[in-house]
Nanobody, 121 residues
Framework: QVQLVESGGGLVQAGDSLRLSCAAS????????VGWFRQAPGKEREFVAA??????????YYADPMKGRFTISRDSTKNTVYLQMNSLKPEDTAVYYC????????????WGQGTQVTVSS
């Protein structure tokens, strides 16, 4: 099992920044991808960004609406992935989840409990 714990959410104003953290523990894999997803009230969960913890450079990639405002990074020594969110907008309000894909055909099999991000206008 892989345990994921998100932190860093909160209430901010439009234009502010937040950094979310996702700490992984438990079973390790030689290489796995950690992704950030979000779900706003009444909406489906959507992909935000992802990065691989084992590959050189991590191969980060983003959903198009997040490019330029969000940055995903990793500290492989700490098994932690970060999501830096800048120029936040009210429409970024959502519960943000991190998830791990061990790249063994199961997809994003492990999920954290989520952290609330609320952006006021």
């Amino acid at each position: 099992q892989v345990q994921l714990v998100e932190s860093g959410g909160g209430l901010v104003q439009a234009g502010d920044s937040l950094r979310l953290s996702c700490a992984a523990s438990g079973r390790t894999f030689s290489s796995y991808t950690v992704g950030w997803f979000r779900q706003a009230p009444g909406k489906e969960r959507e992909f935000v960004a992802a990065i691989n913890l084992g590959w050189s450079g991590g191969n980060p990639y983003y959903a198009d609406p997040m490019k330029g405002r969000f940055t995903i990074s990793r500290d492989s020594t700490k098994n932690t992935v970060y999501l830096q969110m800048n120029s936040l907008k009210p429409e970024d309000t959502a519960v943000y989840y991190c998830a791990a894909d061990p790249l063994i055909g199961t997809g994003y099999h492990y999920w954290g409990q989520g952290t609330q991000v609320t952006v006021s206008s």
